[in-house]
């Protein structure tokens, strides 16, 4: 008995992780994007693709809010569901639990959707480079406060807690790699962008506008700093 009860939680968490992550699978594919792995942790789980860091900040938007979206849908179905089949036990772990996983990924912190979601807000109010650094921020912050909250009423969560300080170390520590990821994704694309932006250097670029960087298109800019031949 106790075997089937542990198995009944276990097989709800992987079907709100299901559902969470083909909600984003379904719009990188809407978006034509690829997805390479899915790896599942005991707290959640990770979807790699070939998102890049200089896709569109709606596309990133929608695809990061759509696994939460997802899970939003799931209640009225597992609602239904209840009337005419599933258990009340079953029914009642899974609005406990879909709302946890639902709440914790919302949270503003590396890796979590929560922290893409507002970097696609964020770039557009500020240059690139500044969004990481406030991202950053925001992450250090909330893990802190995140840390006293669950640490208060859990014991257990050491492990997910790790993983996310681990997570947001390793932006920080890669931020000069992640702009200059950014900066070459922009040198081998043409930015047609209509909104212009004149900035002294690139460390100051915006994501969703035509950058003028002393008065010459960020092109022509970008295409000499890596050296590529048009």
């Given at each position: 008995m106790l075997l089937s009860g542990y198995f009944n939680y276990f097989l709800i968490i992987f079907f709100i992780l299901l559902i969470h992550d083909l909600g984003h699978i379904i719009t990188l594919k809407y978006f034509n994007y690829n997805v390479s792995s899915i790896i599942i942790l005991p707290f959640g789980s990770i979807l790699n693709s070939n998102l890049k860091q200089n896709s569109k900040s709606l596309e990133i938007f929608i695809i990061s809010i759509s696994g939460v979206l997802a899970q939003i849908m799931l209640y009225p179905i597992m609602h239904f569901l209840n009337q005419i089949y599933i258990s009340d036990l079953s029914y009642n772990i899974f609005l406990n639990y879909?709302?946890?996983?639902?709440?914790?990924?919302?949270?503003?912190?590396?890796?979590?959707?929560?922290?893409?979601?507002?970097?696609?807000?964020?770039?557009?109010?500020?240059?690139?480079?500044?969004?990481?650094?406030?991202?950053?921020?925001?992450?250090?912050?909330?893990?802190?406060?995140?840390?006293?909250?669950?640490?208060?009423?859990?014991?257990?969560?050491?492990?997910?807690?790790?993983?996310?300080?681990?997570?947001?170390?390793?932006?920080?520590?890669?931020?000069?790699?992640?702009?200059?990821?950014?900066?070459?994704?922009?040198?081998?694309s043409e930015n047609n962008n209509k909104k212009i932006k004149y900035i002294p250097n690139i460390k100051y670029i915006f994501k969703n506008k035509f950058n003028f960087i002393n008065n010459t298109g960020e092109n022509k800019v970008l295409k000499a700093l890596y050296r590529i031949n048009n």
């Open positions: 879909n709302k946890i996983i639902l709440l914790f990924n919302l949270l503003p912190i590396i890796p979590l959707d929560g922290s893409k979601i507002m970097l696609s807000v964020l770039e557009n109010f500020f240059s690139y480079k500044k969004t990481l650094k406030i991202i950053n921020i925001i992450s250090i912050i909330t893990i802190i406060l995140f840390s006293i909250y669950i640490t208060l009423y859990s014991l257990n969560s050491f492990l997910i807690i790790m993983f996310l300080i681990y997570k947001t170390w390793f932006e920080i520590k890669n931020h000069k790699v992640l702009f200059n990821n950014f900066l070459l994704s922009r040198a081998l």
